[in-house]
Nanobody, 123 residues
């Protein structure tokens, strides 16, 4: 059982990136999916969570209107689309999957957590 995040890289301010979170060994469509990030010198924070009925909970007001999430159940993959990126979005981004009835910004409450992918926003 594994979650694998990918798609990070270097992007200029105002640019876009799409991160992928692929699941192996279990079906993502049964799980709530959370994205988290950890900037240098800071604690890991919740970014947003996607529930099984296609609703998004944002844990960071600064990403509202810029970040969104989608699922491709056929590929067992979830995507984090990030637009209008800002230098303060620079961080290692992590995805996690949780079984249950609600989203939470606490990564420790997720059943599966993937390794991170680094996003650097800089000119």
């Amino acid at each position: 059982v594994q979650l694998q995040a990918s798609g990070g890289g270097l992007v200029q301010p105002g640019g876009s990136l799409r991160l992928s979170c692929a699941a192996f060994g279990f079906a993502l469509d049964d799980y709530y999916i959370g994205w988290f990030r950890q900037a240098p010198g800071k604690e890991r924070e919740g970014v947003l969570c996607h529930n099984v009925v296609n609703s998004i909970t944002y844990y960071n007001d600064s990403v509202k209107g810029r970040f969104t999430i989608s699922r491709d159940n056929a590929k067992n993959t979830v995507y984090l689309q990030m637009n209008d990126l800002k230098p303060e979005d620079t961080a290692v981004y992590y995805c996690a999957a949780r079984s249950g009835r609600f989203c939470t910004p606490r990564p420790g409450l997720y059943n599966y957590r993937g390794q991170g992918t680094l996003v650097t926003v800089s000119s």
